[in-house]
């Protein structure tokens, strides 16, 4: 590796946490996966020294693996089923980066899985990745707020990071046209926190959307007492979702650097820059 991706770590760190936010639109994760420096970058992200850079490669890939028809190319990709397993495995890998990774080489594996024996290996690694998380995997819930002050990408920006120090935020989905977050949250946080920790950044204040009893949605504004919110010390608690709760309105959200229009080029850009990083 040259001295690029360890003397330039917020280089790394940067175009890994783009990468991650084109994967998570729909549109955008055929055209990562056929892209020939993308995928080839996230495996050597794998193996990045700096955890935040692994774990949100590992949020890449994921996104990636939810496209049914990337999965054969992704398994095949030379490294990548061999990289998932190391993260795994090693023994400095956080827990939820364990389960994240080890999500990901199940439905690669899976893919076009046929005999009982490759189910129940399967199995048996999901429940030893759910070992680590220990009584912290529990059921989650979804949040829906609505954000004033949420009208332009360094708002957003902010609004990102307050929500990822909250220890037992799982997901969010932004939906910048409405000025609403969909946060998937563990059972035992309390909404309070989202509301306390989106205060702090200033600019902008939270209320909870929900649905009355007739089915139309009303704002209900949080106490302005703030409540105490347990932060991440290492990784976030952040895991994209099986199925997002918002189908249609997908194509309305807005993420840091998925404009339609320039899209394509910042893939160029950011495959140039994992290729003069990573490779001799």
């Known amino acids: 590796m040259s001295s690029a991706a360890t003397n330039d770590e917020p280089d790394a760190l940067s175009v ?3 990468l991650r936010d084109l994967a998570a639109d729909p549109l955008n994760r055929r055209a990562i996966v056929q892209d020939q420096g993308c995928l080839p970058g996230l495996i050597l992200f794998m193996d990045h020294p700096n955890p935040p850079v692994v774990h949100s490669a590992l949020l890449a890939l994921r996104y990636l693996a939810e496209c049914r028809a990337n999965r054969e190319k992704m398994k095949g990709e030379l490294g990548m089923m061999l990289s998932l397993q190391n993260v795994i495995q090693k023994t400095t890998t956080p827990g939820e980066t364990k389960l994240l990774a080890s999500e990901i080489y199940d439905i690669l594996q899976s893919s076009n899985m046929a ?3 490759s189910v129940n290996e399967m199995n048996s690694r999901r429940r ?3 070992f680590f998380l220990g009584t912290t995997n529990k059921r989650a819930k979804t949040v829906v707020l609505h954000i004033d002050g949420l009208d332009d990408s360094s708002r957003r920006n902010l609004c990102e990071e307050a929500l990822l120090k909250i220890k037992g935020v ?4 932004f939906q910048m046209a409405v000025q609403r977050c969909v946060v998937r ?3 035992d946080l309390k909404a309070e926190a989202l ?3 989106i205060a702090s950044t ?3 204040k939270a209320q909870q959307v929900v649905k009355s009893e007739t089915g139309e949605e009303m704002l209900v504004p949080f106490q302005d007492t703030p409540v105490e919110v347990e932060q991440n ?3 976030p608690d952040y895991l994209p979702e099986d199925e997002s709760p918002i189908k249609e309105q997908d194509k309305a959200v807005s993420r840091v650097g998925s404009h339609p229009e320039g899209g394509a080029s910042w893939l160029s850009t950011a495959a140039n820059f994992l290729s003069r990083s990573f490779y001799w």
């Open 195 to 197: 509301a306390t920790a």
């Open 115 to 117: 005999d009982t024996g």
């Open 233 to 235: 010390t290492d990784l």
């Open 128 to 130: 030893k990745a759910q």
């Open 185 to 187: 949250i563990r059972s």
């Open 16 to 18: 890994v946490n783009q």
């Open 202 to 204: 200033k600019v902008m």
């Open 170 to 173: 799982i997901s969010f989905t």
